[in-house]
């Protein structure tokens, strides 16, 4: 027999809170909207980002290009191995973004240049204040418009406390209950019985009940703030709530990451099967990227990679990790041998680094969960621990293309744009 994963009520309180945010055509094009470059410098100028947002402009001209090291070095790809595309970790908030541009266009003309990533990772709490302050947005604008990395993936955890009148309006909209305890000031968290701090286990994993609600609404309400249209999962039941919910929106998205990542192919089975129970219509689903396991080795990789291309689901990749920092896995750990077998087997995948390998002080999943005060004040060595993750997927994707693969950077470091007078 086969059970339904979400039963009509399951589905009723999704669909009443779609209508909540302005129904899935609002959704879609107030999404779009906000992602316009023009759009949100207007915003940011406002709120006091104007600034960081012209020296930004500035700084990206100056960052050093893959193709002038490609043609320096005489790179010519093999077109029976594998591509990489480069991801990064840690990119916590505006000034920790833009004191990385520092490093990054500082440079060029040495001999380990520096790529920016084609994907970027945030671990910021969705704090009201992050999100609507400009801080998240100033942080979209520098990664997506400005360096153009192709995803820019920010963090939703059900533990960040909300109005209380938030909760109550939830409730009225879909008709469950959510259990909370009082922060203070008419502010709430919900409750986590595993670990019960407002950021929950580990990045918010615990996701019972009726929770997926809180995520939902978490991500839907950052999307039409800002724009932000990728978002990590912190559950199962997150997974194929957003399935489900975001059939019909196609400008949302979802990574499978972290702790949840994939460890083997019959995980990755389970969850070819949650994608297919609610595709859209064009065959592709919300979840946009998939990180298979820290324990699992190039040859479930490839297996992973064949079944999904069997699958005949479209536009989904799959990442790993190649340096994690300490506090996330096991001391050391290095996947690059591995990464080397899978794109040789002429699999694509994305590259990821939560690390670059050498533990910095800052370079622990601890620095992703201090406030905002704190992380202020650390912009720079933050945004230095982010530029050494970048560095490192640099010199990755460097020996990637002498060996035959081709590796992809962010359009800011990929190619200089010819000016409209060269055509």
């Not at 109005?163 to 008709?175: I, K, M, S, W, Y």
């Not at 929770?211 to 839907?220: K, Q």
């Not at 990755?268 to 080795?297: A, H, K, Q, V, W």
């Not at 794109?343 to 002080?361: I, P, Q, R």
Request: glycine share 8%; hydrophobic share 35%; aromatic share 8%.
């Amino acid at each position: 027999m086969k059970y339904p994963l979400l039963t009509d009520k399951d589905m009723k309180a999704m669909d009443a809170l779609k209508e909540h945010h302005g129904g899935a055509k609002k959704i879609v094009a107030t999404i779009e909207e906000m992602r316009d470059f023009g759009k949100r410098k207007a915003i940011l100028a406002e709120k006091g980002y104007g600034k960081m947002i012209e020296e930004a402009e500035q700084l990206v001209k100056e960052f050093p290009q893959v193709d002038d090291w490609v043609k320096a070095n005489g790179i010519e790809y093999n077109p029976d191995l594998g591509t990489g595309t480069s991801q990064v970790s840690g990119f916590q908030g505006a000034k920790v973004t833009h004191n990385a541009m520092k490093r990054i266009a500082a440079t060029a003309g040495t001999d380990e240049p520096c790529w920016a990533p084609q994907e970027m990772i945030s671990v910021v709490a969705l704090t009201d204040n992050y999100v609507y302050n400009g801080d998240l947005m100033a942080t979209l604008t520098m990664a997506e418009n400005i360096m153009k990395a192709s995803k820019f993936c920010s963090t939703n955890l059900i533990g960040i406390p909300q109005p209380e009148d938030r909760f109550r309006q939830l409730e009225a909209v879909t008709g469950e209950k959510f259990e909370r305890y009082e922060c203070g000031c008419d502010v709430c968290a919900i409750s986590l019985k595993n670990q019960g701090t407002v950021f929950g286990n580990f990045g918010g994993i615990e996701v019972a009940n009726n929770n997926h609600l809180i995520y939902l609404d978490g991500i839907t309400r950052t999307a039409l703030a800002t724009g932000n249209n990728f978002f990590l999962n912190p559950s199962w039941s997150t997974i194929v709530a957003i399935c489900y919910y975001g059939r019909d929106i196609p400008n949302l998205h979802i990574k499978v990451s972290m702790l949840l990542s994939t460890q083997n192919p019959m995980q990755f089975r389970m969850l070819l099967n949650i994608m297919n129970e609610y595709l859209r219509e064009d065959g592709t689903s919300p979840i946009y990227e998939i990180n298979i396991g820290n324990g699992s080795t190039a040859t479930n990789f490839i297996q992973c990679a064949r079944e999904l291309k069997e699958s005949r689901i479209k536009g989904v990749s799959l990442a790993a990790h190649i340096y994690i920092n300490p506090d996330l896995g096991a001391a050391n750990f290095n996947w690059t041998d591995e990464m080397w077998k899978v794109l040789d087997s002429g699999t694509d995948m994305t590259f990821k680094y939560e690390s670059d390998g050498t533990a910095h002080e800052l370079d622990t999943m601890a620095t992703y969960f201090v406030s905002e005060e704190e992380r202020d004040a650390m912009a720079e060595d933050i945004g230095e621990v982010i530029f050494n993750k970048s560095l490192r997927a640099s010199k990755d994707g460097r020996l990637m293309m002498k060996r035959g693969s081709r590796a992809i950077f962010a359009e800011s470091s990929q190619a200089r744009p010819k000016c409209c007078c060269c055509g």
